[in-house]
T-cell receptor, first 109, second 115 residues
């Protein structure tokens, strides 16, 4: 079967750096997405990786290793507003999106 | 504001009621989706419409009935639901269907409680 694994919950301190990991086993690979979802709000698109390597967007970076079936989302200079759930999703060979259950990130002052 | 608007945001209904969820997208997209989001579970794709034609129905019970009158509007009609159907229902849209590889944009969801 197809599976996306990410930690259920993580805690980090304001101003620090946190890395949220995502591992996947899917039928083929056509890209990996990260979304941010604040409580009670819409998931919003953060990043897309289809080739190996690091994609940087301001305080957020996303890394992909296709050979290892692994990605991470790196958040720097954490702010209280970064408290949210982070969803990892992989597009398989049939272009179906396979979703992880999300990682709830708690930022403490 | 994501460009995808859902109403109502909250709905409580009895198991014998009939209600509908509404979604409208202002992004000019031609594909729309319904997802179910339950606590601590992955998003579950329910239905996909591309160019107003249903292209996917992931073994969803018939008590959920989608309707897509045009490329900007999507409804989910609800009838004789069960308590386990209580969840957040997310509407989404994209330019091109899932095989386009384009990013999906979500609405804020409709919280459904079945009592």
């Amino acid at each position: 079967g197809q599976n996306i694994d990410q930690p259920t919950e993580m805690t980090a301190t304001e101003g620090a750096i946190v890395q949220i990991n995502c591992t996947y086993q899917t039928s083929g690979f056509n890209g990996l997405f990260w979304y941010q979802q604040h409580a009670g709000e819409a998931p919003t698109f953060l990043s897309y990786n289809v080739l190996d390597g690091l994609e940087e967007k301001g305080r957020f970076s996303s890394f992909l290793s296709r050979s290892k079936g692994y990605s991470y989302l790196l958040l720097k200079e954490l702010q209280m507003k970064d408290s949210a759930s982070y969803l990892c999703a992989v597009r398989d060979s049939n272009y179906q999106l396979i979703w992880g259950a999300g990682t709830k990130l708690i930022i403490k002052p | 504001e994501t460009g995808v608007t859902q109403t109502p945001r909250h709905l409580v209904m009895g198991m014998t009621n009939k209600k509908s969820l509404k979604c409208e997208q202002h992004l000019g997209h031609n594909a729309m989706y319904w997802y179910k989001q339950s606590a601590k579970k992955p998003l579950e794709l329910m239905f996909v419409y591309s160019l107003e034609e249903r292209v996917e129905n992931n073994s969803v019970p018939s008590r959920f009935s989608p309707e897509c009158p045009n490329s900007s509007h999507l409804f989910l009609h609800l009838h004789t639901l069960q308590p386990e159907d209580s969840a957040l229902y997310l509407c989404a849209s994209s330019q091109g269907g899932q095989d386009s590889g384009n990013t999906i944009y979500f609405g804020e969801g409709s919280w459904l409680t079945v009592v």
